[in-house]
């Protein structure tokens, strides 16, 4: 510890305490400001932590303000990166649920059926949700759905003539469209790593601050191409989209998520100070909970932002910004990180 430096007893009174009260008048707040109460407690909840970090580079003195500079200045970016890699888990999976033809190739349904990634569905009427133009669920008024009989709701976005003659079909899981990126971090790490070190042998090393403006960018064009993916049938709400989009946006996302992910704490060990490592490494997983909160506030949008070009929209532009952004301080970042470590 350092002159000036908070003892633990302080940095308890004046951020968690105030995060509790700032959490509890997010809850009780008249009406929602981010979607729901919890939300808006998270939300809440997060101000008094963000101020203590920022109030920890405007008090440093010495060289090290730089490096918790440029470390905040990462954080707040990267929450845009981890908003994209949580809708794996929501937007994408409603995508794959919803607006996804999740057939597969005849000569695969045994094999696939052996080992219960299948579900079969109906088209003979039977007692389903009703669903409205935008396959939103419609309720009564004391929001209760309203039930209807009707073909499984798989079947509500697909043309009749596309429908199994049998009556039934077999489908893949929702579930399965998860595992495409844990497949593919597999098989692009690799080649991921010889491009790196290729550009080394090469004398242009990629920096860490670019490997992380490259993230955003790439991040963003896997944003990107859904809304080609809602572009590719004339409405996704009366037709079901490929499921090669999901690959390939699942596919361009690993790229990025391999760029970024593992260095992210060896960059905050790299500029912290070191009586500030671990409280700097917290502020990195800060903005991945932070990512992910805002990737569940969109979520919880996906059903009243019915023109999805615009749901993936707003997530490519603000990614590839904040890409774009951090190339405009690249220069100073790789300079700070140089300055700490020899390298960049």
């Not at 572009?231 to 037709?239: D, K, L, N």
């Not at 970024?260 to 490494?281: E, N, W, Y």
Request: charged content about 15%.
């Amino acid at each position: 510890m350092q002159p000036g430096d908070m003892p633990t007893s302080k940095i308890l009174g004046t951020v968690f305490v105030p995060m509790i009260v700032f959490a509890v008048l997010g809850w009780f707040l008249p009406g929602n400001i981010f979607g729901s109460d919890s939300a808006d407690a998270f939300i809440f909840a997060c101000v008094p932590v963000i101020v203590f970090y920022v109030s920890l580079w405007k008090k440093e003195k010495s060289e090290d303000k730089k490096g918790i500079g440029a470390l905040l200045f990462v954080f707040a970016v990267s929450v845009i990166f981890w908003t994209i890699y949580n809708q794996n888990s929501t937007g994408l999976t409603i995508w794959a649920e919803t607006h996804t033809d999740r057939s597969i190739p005849e000569f695969m349904e045994k094999p696939a059926d052996a080992v219960y990634t299948l579900q079969t569905l109906g088209t003979k009427p039977q007692s389903v949700d009703s669903l409205d133009q935008y396959l939103r669920v419609v309720t009564d008024d004391s929001g209760h759905a309203i039930k209807t009989m009707g073909p499984d709701p798989y079947f509500a976005n697909m043309p009749k003539d596309k429908w199994p003659a049998i009556g039934t079909a077999k489908v893949g899981n929702t579930e399965l469209f998860q595992s495409i990126n844990p497949f593919f971090i597999v098989a692009f790490t690799p080649l991921v790593i010889l491009f790196f070190a290729w550009r080394s042998r090469k004398g242009k090393p990629v920096s860490t601050a670019s490997k992380f403006a490259w993230a955003l960018i790439i991040a963003g064009l896997s944003a990107l191409v859904m809304v080609f993916a809602v572009m590719s049938v004339p409405s996704i709400y009366t037709h079901k989209t490929s499921s090669f989009w999901l690959f390939f946006t699942y596919g361009v996302f690993t790229v990025s998520e391999i760029c970024l992910s593992p260095i992210g704490l060896s960059f905050v060990s790299k500029l912290a100070p070191q009586r500030l490592t671990a409280l700097m490494m917290g502020g990195w997983f800060i903005s991945t909970s932070l990512g992910g909160k805002v990737a569940g506030i969109m979520a919880s949008s996906w059903d009243s932002m019915t023109d999805k070009r615009i749901f993936f929209g707003i997530i490519a532009v603000a990614a590839i910004l904040g890409g774009l952004l951090i190339f405009s301080r690249v220069k100073s970042l790789d300079k700070i990180v140089r300055d700490k470590t020899g390298s960049a």
